[in-house]
């Protein structure tokens, strides 16, 4: 486990390490961490807590996830866009 702080939001995370994609993670998910590096169609990693994870459509973009942003310690949300 490393300290580390979610793309999305910023909170501070604990991750497990490995990529998993957003399919495969379930009934241990609490178990292994407080984030998850998310891979994208675009290619492109990202490190995103669960409730960000939580908060993204089911076929996240980049753009999507720059929305993220943190209501409190369990919530996350799409925030409205920048431009
Ligand atoms: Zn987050």
């Known amino acids: 486990m ?6 999305g939001c910023g909170r501070t995370v604990t991750v497990s390490g490995g ?3 957003i399919w495969s993670f379930g009934t241990d998910a609490g178990t ?5 590096t998310l891979e ?3 290619g ?3 490190l ?3 409730p960000c994870i939580e908060a993204i459509p089911d076929y996240p973009t980049a753009e999507d996830i720059e929305r ?12 409205a866009l920048s431009d």
């Open 32 to 36: 292994v961490g407080t984030a998850m």
């Open 2 to 7: 490393s300290k580390d702080s979610c793309d």
């Open 48 to 50: 995103l807590c669960y």
């Open 44 to 46: 492109t990693s990202h």
């Open 40 to 42: 994208l169609d675009d």
């Open 19 to 21: 990529i998993a994609n």
């Open 68 to 79: 993220l942003e943190r209501v409190d310690d369990e919530t996350s949300r799409l925030g």
